[in-house]
Nanobody, 113 residues
């Protein structure tokens, strides 16, 4: 069973940047899709970005500011976030899918205005 561990979260000022990482305990080569969701306090978990063999997909709210990528050799996926806004504050979760879904424990991103 693959385990996913997110890192790179923290406190950043509005307009700043962060890069989140999602490291897998095993090979990510077989995963059809990997991506990120986020959950703000009191809200549902929302889609942020996905990377698959079909390409990359983004929520409208982050399009043009966030970039998702993966490095199969390092078994790691990334989310480069730029132009951060206070509304980006949330716990960010990574996931991977290969017929079943795996989730990380989340990393907190706080954007101060």
């Amino acid at each position: 069973q693959v385990q996913l561990v997110e890192s790179g979260g923290g406190l950043v000022q509005a307009g700043g940047s962060l890069r989140l990482s999602c490291a897998a305990s095993g090979s990510i080569f077989s995963f059809n899709a990997m991506g990120w969701y986020r959950q703000a306090p009191g809200k549902q978990r929302d889609f942020v970005a996905r990377i698959s063999r079909g390409g990359t997909y983004y929520a409208d709210s982050v399009k043009g500011r966030f970039t998702i990528s993966r490095d199969n050799a390092k078994n790691t996926m990334y989310l480069q976030m730029a132009g951060l806004k206070s509304e980006d504050t949330a716990v960010y979760y990574c996931y991977a899918a290969n017929g079943r879904n795996y989730w990380g424990q989340g990393t907190q991103v706080t954007v101060s205005s």
